[in-house]
């Protein structure tokens, strides 16, 4: 009976053993802009104006919005949960601060004469210096980490005084820009462009609840 006992506790603990891969190993969606394409016309990098010049300007709040170029899991996050890691391919040496938004009432606004819509701050990710490497044949996109919660629907977005993380190429409405930052509160868009946002996040989704009779 002893025996018994002592096989059936290895049994467990074995058991045990050979979940912690799965557990740690928890599956990852990636969202965002596809990072396959260089930086063209990105370097110098675009002030928050895009009028063509390198004069200086505060910082804006550009989010990607070009369904036409996102990844396969989608250009939002797919689910509800904690963005792990986020990624972008830059032209040129720079400081950013990568963030997440919501987005409303997208379309045509008579009023500025642009496509535009009203966005909010959902959260603000890390600060860092990109290198600058999207030319780099061999390892063009930089990766950090992060741990910041993230919502289904939330769009990726970066605040910046010049971006250099752009593909400009297709035209059309890739990206909205607010100026100043996105606050607590939404506010309209200054204006649209046509360049894509080359910025990416890795997510875990947040665990399903199991609810008991």
């Not at 996102?70 to 963005?83: E, S």
């Not at 830059?90 to 004469?113: H, I």
């Not at 044949?137 to 741990?147: C, G, I, K, L």
């Amino acid at each position: 009976m002893a025996r018994t006992a002592r096989l059936i506790s290895a049994l467990a603990a074995l058991a045990a053993l050979l979940l912690v891969p799965a557990v740690s190993h928890a599956k990852t969606y990636t969202f965002g802009t596809r990072l396959d394409h260089e930086p063209s016309n990105s370097a110098p990098a675009h002030n928050c104006k895009e009028d063509g010049g390198d004069d200086p300007t505060p910082a804006c709040t550009r989010v990607a919005i070009d369904m036409g170029d996102a990844v396969a899991g989608g250009l939002t996050a797919p689910r509800t949960g904690t963005i792990v890691k986020f990624r972008v391919r830059a032209g040129a040496p720079g400081d950013l601060t990568f963030r997440l938004a919501q987005l409303k009432q997208l379309g045509f606004d008579p009023s500025l004469d642009d496509f535009a819509g009203f966005g909010k701050g959902a959260g603000t990710g890390p600060t860092v210096h990109v290198e600058g490497r999207g030319f780099d044949e061999t390892n063009p996109v930089e990766e950090f980490p992060a741990h910041l919660k993230v919502h289904k629907g939330d769009y990726l977005a970066i605040d910046s005084t010049a971006a250099s993380t752009l593909y400009c190429a297709g035209g059309g409405n890739a990206q909205l820009i607010f100026s100043p930052t996105l606050g607590r509160t939404f506010s309209l868009s200054t204006q649209s462009e046509g360049c894509d946002l080359l910025v990416q996040a890795v997510m875990k989704p947040a665990p399903k609840r199991h609810h008991h009779r």
